[in-house]
């Protein structure tokens, strides 16, 4: 591991910790040069599928486009970072569920769609209106009308 200060090789680890579901383990780390310190995050780097994008071109799953995403439609709504990251990992377990090397993006956005739905009502359709590619106010509105018959349905159950 590099040093970000002086590109020194090596460094101690002062102390480690566990995220609060386990995907993660943050590193304080010393390096041995300089004596600054710095954090590091490491996770188990997983084989997700590739994506077949709506072209038909592939290209390697990013986690971090789907947190882009997630967090374009939360943004100004009150969700915290970590319900976001959370979000992003339930995703990607369940593309590695799935076990295939390629899936369609599709897939993926009915996916998150799916997750943002049970996050947050309003960021659902903010995303909804993006993926959709929502092309006038008829549209959005039977998004929104399709949202409000799903509450409706789950307050009688």
């Known amino acids: 591991m590099k040093c970000p200060f002086c590109r020194h090789l090596e460094n101690k680890v002062i102390d480690s910790r566990m995220s609060k579901d386990g995907s ?23 084989i997700m ?8 071109g592939r290209e390697p ?6 947190l882009v995403g ?7 709504r009150p969700i915290s970072a970590e319900d976001m990251e959370a979000t992003v990992s339930r995703i990607e377990e369940f ?4 076990g295939e090397k390629e899936l369609p993006s599709s897939v993926i956005g009915e996916k998150i769609m799916q997750e943002l739905h049970a996050l947050d009502e ?11 590619s929502f092309k ?7 998004e929104v009308k399709e949202l409000l018959g799903t509450r409706e349905k789950e307050k009688k159950s």
């Open 136 to 142: 006038d106010l008829t549209d959005f509105m039977s």
């Open 70 to 76: 997630i967090q374009k439609a939360c943004q100004k």
């Open 61 to 66: 799953f990013e986690r971090n486009k789907i």
């Open 95 to 98: 593309l590695q569920e799935k």
């Open 49 to 56: 599928p590739m994506v077949i994008k709506k072209d038909g």
């Open 122 to 132: 309003v960021a659902y359709v903010r995303f909804a209106s993006v993926y959709r």
């Open 24 to 46: 993660v383990i943050r590193r304080r780390r010393e390096c041995l040069a300089c004596q600054r310190r710095f954090t590091t995050h490491e996770r188990i780097e997983e």
